[in-house]
């Protein structure tokens, strides 16, 4: 686990598509009768509104999604019976190898079964194609853990979110290193920190973090000599700020280099006349929790759940 958290919230600094679009076409299989699958396009978005507006039967992990642009950058999968689209995965791959759902929708609890047994196997091997190695769901209720379950997913993980409403500061970390905003030179160090100091599913690739840190509000690296040990990224929205990534290089966490970023990034936002600054950590993080809570955060009791699963690679090999 790195010191620091290693959740970089949908919505926040960096999220993007790197993924370059749909592949070209809508291929389909398929099944039996007159039920086929296949990949959507923009030519489906009425239909699919339709579907959304009406079922009782969907999952939308993030609020007020734009249908249209998701069908415009973002792989779609369908199963549809004659004329009627039944089903609908919709998944994003901004944050490869971990694709992530964004919209899952059913027409009636009739087509429960059939969407788990058919269209996520088929979304699943076509996101793998595209280089993903984990399909991941975010929270939902019990009927889509259930099928989740079924089909070989498992608790990845919870996240909870922490909330510090003061800039007190009981311990400022270490004096040794010198905290500043990251020249362009420094941006491959931190690409490589961030690899080295989170697990690969929280890994952010590099094409998004170097998107996170043009678009961060506040960006923070911990230098030691001429090395990189630290950085921190974090965004103003209102009179607030969302502390989206803290890392440090695995030779030097628990040594004060967390605190002293925080520290550092509390006086930027201070002086900002901010209110209050947010973060988010896997649950069972205790190094990462066990210095929130003692610089002055508290759980806010919002719970993010984690469903993932590992795919297969198109030849067979599991990645």
């Not at 004659?82 to 919209?103: D, F, K, Q």
Request: aromatic share 6%; charged share 25%; proline share 5%.
């Amino acid at each position: 686990m790195a010191e620091g958290n290693g959740v970089l919230p949908p919505g926040s600094a960096g999220e993007g598509h790197a993924d370059g679009g749909a592949p070209a076409g809508e291929e389909s299989r398929a099944t039996s009768g007159d039920e086929v699958l296949r990949q959507g396009s923009v030519r489906d978005y009425l239909p699919l509104l339709g579907l959304l507006e009406c079922s009782d039967w969907v999952h939308q992990p993030r609020e007020h999604e734009n249908l249209f642009e998701l069908l415009t950058r973002e792989p779609c999968a369908l199963l549809q019976r004659g004329r009627t689209i039944r089903a609908v995965l919709l998944s994003t791959l901004y944050r490869r190898p971990v694709a992530a759902e964004r919209i899952l929708a059913l027409r009636d609890s009739a087509d429960m079964q059939p969407t788990f047994d058919l269209l996520l196997p088929y979304a699943e091997v076509r996101l793998a194609a595209r280089g993903a190695h984990w399909m991941s769901f975010t929270n939902g209720a019990a009927w889509l853990a259930n099928g989740l379950v079924a089909h070989g997913y498992e608790l990845q993980d919870r996240v909870v979110i922490y909330r510090k409403e003061d800039w007190v500061m009981v311990r400022r970390g270490t004096p040794d290193v010198r905290v500043r905003r990251p020249t362009r030179e420094a941006l491959q160090s931190i690409v490589a920190l961030d690899a080295e100091a989170f697990e690969p599913f929280w890994q952010l690739n590099p094409t998004i973090l170097k998107q996170a840190i043009c678009d961060s509000t506040y960006c923070l690296v911990a230098e030691l000599g001429q090395e990189v040990v630290g950085y921190l990224l974090a965004e103003k929205h209102g009179d607030e700020a969302l502390i989206g990534r803290v890392g440090v290089a695995p030779a030097f966490q628990r040594q004060g280099v967390a605190t002293r970023l925080m520290a550092d990034a509390f006086a930027l936002m201070q002086r900002d006349g901010l209110k209050a600054v947010l973060l988010n950590t896997q649950e069972d993080n205790l190094p990462s929790r066990t210095l929130y809570e003692g610089l002055g955060f508290r759980l806010t009791g919002e719970v993010d759940t984690i469903w993932a699963k590992q795919l297969m690679s198109t030849s067979g090999a599991e990645q």
